[in-house]
C-alpha cells in the first residue's frame, strides 16, 4: 500500500510521528478512495492515538502554516497548497437514547476504527516507518469495496440508533458510488427511520444535496423511498407515489415519472438547482388530481400551484430562500411552456412571451422539458423531441431578431409622463401594458421609435394631449 502514500506531506508525517512516538494512521475517505482508483481526494483525515491538536501543532512549526483548532472536538485542521489535512485524537464514544452527541473519551486505533460509520471508512494506512503503508482493516472493507456494498463495522441497529445521520450517509454514499446497502443495514434504517427526527433539517439537507448531485439520483430517492425516510423527510415527494385507477383508467406514477426526468436532467447537467427544479416539477400532482369521466385523469394547475409550493417546501427543507428558490420557482411555473410549443404550431408570438418570462433561465428551462418527456412510445418520444429541437431554433431566431430576452421597455414610464404631462398613475401602466403586449404579439417592432410612435396613438385613444 506504500504506492498511495507517496505525497511529500506523508514523508513528514512520519518523521513526526516517530520523533514523537506517536501512532499515526492516514484514516477514512482517502484510503478508501485509493484503493476505489477513485481521483485525488484534496482533504486527508490524519489519526493519532493521543492529542491530534498537539500532533497537528508539531506538524504546523515543522511546515511554519497556521493550525486551526477545534478544541470542543479535539481536532485541528492544516491547509498545505491544495491538501485540507485534518488531525484527530483516537477515540471510543457511547450515546444516550435522546441525542446523537457522544460522550467521548480517549481510546485506540481499534476503538476509533469501532465508531466509525461504515467499512470502506474504518480502513487505515500506518504512517510509522516500522510498518509504514500496512493496511489496517478489520471489518474487511477491502472485500466490500469489491462486491460494492455499504456495511456497518458492528451492529447496524447500534450504528443507526447511535446516530441517525448514518442512514443518510448510507445511502448518500450507495448513490454516490453507486454500491448496494447490506441487508441487514436496509433492515436497521427501516427499524430506525423515526430516529431521523433529532437530526437537524440543515445536517439531512446537506445529505439530500449530496443525493441529488450524484450521477445518478435516483438510486437514493428509491433508497430513502423504500426504507421510509422520504416520508419523513420529504413526505411531499413521497406523495407523488403511487397509482389510482377509475372505470380502468390510471396514469402515471408521478414519483418514478420525476426520477426519470431527474435521472435525464443529471446526465445533462451538473446544476443543484435544474436538479431540484426537476424534483419540484410535477410537486403539486397530488393535490390537483381530478377524474373526469370523458377525459380521465386530469392535474390542471399543477404547474401554478407547484410553483407557489416551493417557498414553503425550500423552507422545510432548509434550502436557500433566494435566487436559487425563484429560479425553481419559475421553472416549475413555466415547465409546460416548451412542451405546449413542442406540440402546436410554433408562432413567433408564443416565442417572444416565453423568452420575456423565462429570460436567461430559458437554457434550462429547455434542459427540463426536454428531460420530462418520458413516454415509453418511441415514436411520440421523437416527435416530441424533434419539435424541441425546432422550438430551440424558432427561440435562437426570434431572439437574435426581438432582443426579448430579459426585454426591457423600449418606452420607459418617465417618458409617458413627459409625453402626457401625466403624474404616476393608472394611464401610464395602461400604456406601458399596451406597448409591451404589442411587442410581444408582434404588432410593432422592439424599438424605442416604433414604440414611442405607438405609445403617442395609444394615448391619443385615450384621450390624452
Known sequence: MKEFLQLPIFSLLSDVADESQTECYVI????????????????????????????????????????????????????????????????????????????????????????????INAMALSLNKHDFGRLLDPFDGRTDIQCRTIRTPLDPKETFSDDPLRMMRAIRFATQLNFKIDVMAIKAIVEHSERIKIISRERVADELN??????????????????????????????????????????????????????????????????????????????????????????????????????????????????????????????????????????????????????????SLMALCHADVTTKNDYKKKKYRQNFELVKQKLKDVEERDQIRNWQPPVTGEDIMNAFGLKPGREVGTIKSAIREAILEGDIPNSRDEAYRFMLEKGKQLGLN
Open 28 to 119: 477514512g475517505g482517502y484510503v478508501r478512495d485509493q484503493i476505489m482508483g477513485r481521483d485525488f481526494r484534496n482533504d486527508i483525515d490524519i489519526l493519532v492515538v493521543g492529542s491530534g491538536i498537539d500532533f497537528a501543532t508539531r506538524i504546523g512549526n515543522r511546515l511554519d502554516t497556521k493550525v486551526t483548532t477545534y478544541r470542543n472536538f479535539g481536532t485541528a485542521m492544516i491547509s498545505y497548497g491544495a491538501l485540507q489535512i485534518e488531525f484527530v485524537g483516537a477515540r471510543k464514544e457511547s450515546y444516550r437514547a435522546d441525542s446523537r452527541k457522544p460522550i467521548v473519551e480517549d481510546g485506540s486505533l481499534h476503538d476509533d476504527q469501532n465508531r466509525r460509520d461504515f467499512t
Open 210 to 363: 449530496k443525493i441529488v448531485s450524484a450521477a445518478k439520483p435516483s438510486i437514493g430517492f428509491n433508497y430513502l423511498f423504500d426504507t421510509g425516510l422520504l416520508h419523513l423527510v420529504f413526505p411531499a415527494m413521497a406523495n407523488l407515489h403511487g397509482v389510482e385507477i377509475v372505470d380502468g383508467k390510471g396514469h402515471k406514477d408521478n414519483f418514478y415519472h420525476t426520477l426519470e426526468v431527474l435521472d435525464n436532467v443529471a446526465e445533462q447537467s451538473d446544476d443543484l438547482w435544474l436538479r431540484w427544479a426537476a424534483i419540484m416539477h410535477d410537486i403539486a400532482k397530488p393535490a390537483t388530481k381530478r377524474f373526469d369521466k370523458r377525459h380521465g385523469w386530469t392535474f390542471h394547475g399543477h404547474e401554478d400551484k407547484g410553483a407557489r409550493m416551493v417557498p414553503k417546501l425550500f423552507a422545510d427543507l432548509k434550502l436557500p430562500l433566494n435566487d436559487k428558490m425563484k429560479f425553481v420557482q419559475k421553472l416549475v411555473l413555466l415547465h409546460l411552456r416548451p412542451i405546449v410549443l413542442a406540440q402546436d404550431i410554433v408562432t413567433d408570438s408564443a416565442v417572444r412571451r416565453l423568452l420575456f418570462e423565462a429570460g436567461d433561465d430559458i437554457d
